[in-house]
């Protein structure tokens, strides 16, 4: 299909867009004026899209947590004193469940290493 404007668009026409933003630019002082004076006079919205692009939001952060735990015995162990934690007031709920699923993530690797390394063993005994 041709182009219907094959030699495009003429040097110097300004698209809708851009003639909207610099139109809104022009007035962005007023508008942030009129938006402070909603925010200050108890609009929540005009406060909040305000705030919203001065400040940085908030993130949730887990407390810093010890307990007894080893990396090396069995997934069903290494879950059992997450739970165990739990049951002792030394870890939240919420955090143990991004520990168990992190031991999840951590079983899920070692088995395919343990598959990758069974493979190997096999390919080694192939070409012998």
Request: proline share 5%.
């Amino acid at each position: 299909m041709k182009s219907p404007n094959p030699a495009g668009r003429p040097k110097g026409i300004v698209d809708r867009r851009t003639k909207m933003t610099q139109t809104i630019l022009e007035d962005v002082t007023a508008i942030l004026r009129v938006m402070k004076e909603n925010a200050l006079n108890g609009d929540t919205a005009a406060a909040a899209l305000l705030l919203s692009k001065v400040m940085p939001s908030l993130r949730s952060q887990a407390e810093r947590v010890e307990f007894d735990y080893d990396a090396s015995a069995p997934i069903s162990k290494q879950v059992e004193s997450v739970l165990d934690a739990v049951a002792k007031g030394l870890v939240a709920p919420d955090v143990a469940k991004s520990i168990v699923e992190t031991i999840g993530t951590l079983s899920q690797i070692r088995a395919t290493e343990e598959l990758e390394a069974r493979i190997s063993a096999l390919e080694e005994r192939e070409n012998t």
